[in-house]
Structures are given as structure tokens and as C-alpha cells.
Nanobody, 122 residues
Framework: QVRLVESGGGLVQAGASLRLSCAAS????????MGWFRQAPGKERMFVAA????????GYADSVKGRFTIFRDNAKNTVYLQMNSLKPEDTAVYFC???????????????WGQGTQRTVSS
């Protein structure tokens, strides 16, 4: 059974740095690209960051470029999202997802976590 479990959500102040984790099980993690998406209140889910199966290629949404870093540890079956200089507009439910190919397209991601709420206060 495929499982993706996010952790690291909560309430922080603007300017803080925090890390989200996503623990994977039930599939060969090292063969999948991984992505982070987020959904703000009243808005559609959007792409945040992606990383290739071997970690050598990453991609980011313009809104987080230079502040967020995605990385993975295939030995631990975990992907991370390091978030620095958080802004109130980063408030959202954050989802991790797995895809057979690297990219930003949400339909390409076949496995999803349940999401974790991250709230940034001003």
C-alpha cells in the first residue's frame, strides 16, 4: 500500500524557517520523482517544488524560488522541503506527491499524501 505522510506543519511567524518532511512507503521511492504542492484557502492547489529520482534536478515555482529548497534522502525514503523567509502568503496545506517523471504537472503525480497545514502569521 502506497503511503506518503507529511509532517512539520504548524503555526510560525513571518520570516521564520521550517522544514517539511514526507515519509514514503509501499513503493520504490528511489525510482520516483517527488513534488510538493500547496493549496491556500479558497484557491486551487499549485505546484511548489519538484526533485528528480536521484536528486540531481530540481524545479521551483517562481513564488518560492530562492526561499525554498527541496531535497531527498533515498536511504530514508523521505523528501523534504526547507522553507526559509516564510511569508503570510505561504499559508496553505502542503502536499507531497510521487510521479514517474520529473515535472510540474499535477496530473503526472499519481500518489499523494494527506497534506499538512502550514500557517504563517504576519
Amino acid at each position: 500500500q502506497v503511503r506518503l505522510v507529511e509532517s512539520g506543519g504548524g503555526l510560525v511567524q513571518a520570516g521564520a524557517s521550517l522544514r517539511l518532511s514526507c515519509a514514503a512507503s509501499g513503493f520504490t521511492f528511489s525510482r520516483y520523482a517527488m513534488g510538493w504542492f500547496r493549496q491556500a484557502p479558497g484557491k486551487e492547489r499549485m505546484f511548489v517544488a519538484a526533485i528528480s529520482w536521484n536528486g540531481r534536478t530540481t524545479g521551483y515555482a517562481d513564488s518560492v524560488k530562492g526561499r525554498f529548497t527541496i531535497f531527498r534522502d533515498n536511504a530514508k525514503n523521505t523528501v523534504y522541503l526547507q522553507m526559509n523567509s516564510l511569508k503570510p502568503e505561504d499559508t496553505a496545506v502542503y502536499f507531497c506527491a510521487a510521479s514517474g517523471s520529473f515535472g510540474q504537472s499535477e496530473p503526472a503525480y499519481g500518489h499523494w499524501g494527506q497534506g499538512t497545514q502550514r500557517t504563517v502569521s504576519s
